[in-house]
């Protein structure tokens, strides 16, 4: 149990103000630096009347990388985490395909072996089957 008055000497009371702090920093800093990004975004694209443009600063504060698949996954319900794990060269094969020119999931993620991506692909498959195929 952690003691109500700080104790500097703790380890659980430094870990929870270091947690407290990144906390602050995701919700608060990140999600105004993101909404920022977001408007100079659409601005710049309605200007230059594109739909995508490289060095999007938005895309990669919202999604912590400028790499198409990762962003597509990413918004399709897939974590960051899961993200990566797909797109690992030995799994992007086994579990990524092209099917009239969109990307799709292979059911075959749904018995992958990572616990966290199964559940998260089994969530995104009730939400969005279209995604998935054979």
């Not at 003691?3 to 870990?15: I, L, Q």
């Not at 990004?37 to 710049?44: I, L, Q």
């Not at 086994?94 to 292979?106: N, P, R």
Request: charged share 25%; hydrophobic share 35%.
């Amino acid at each position: 149990m952690v003691e109500e008055r700080y104790n500097p000497e703790s380890k659980e009371h430094k870990n929870l103000v270091i947690a407290e702090s990144l906390s602050v920093i995701e919700n608060v800093l990140l999600f105004s630096i993101s909404n920022y990004f977001r408007k100079f975004s659409m601005e710049y694209k309605a200007v230059h009347q594109v739909e995508n443009f490289d060095n999007d600063w938005y895309e990669y504060v919202e999604y912590g990388t400028t790499n198409p698949t990762t962003i597509f996954l990413q918004q399709n319900g897939f974590s960051r985490e899961a993200s990566i794990y797909i797109q690992t060269p030995s799994n992007y094969s086994k579990y990524v395909t092209e099917v009239d020119g969109e990307k799709k999931i292979k059911r075959s993620i749904l018995e992958c072996g990572n616990i966290g991506v199964e559940t998260e692909a089994q969530d995104i498959q009730f939400n969005i089957p279209e995604l998935f195929v054979e």
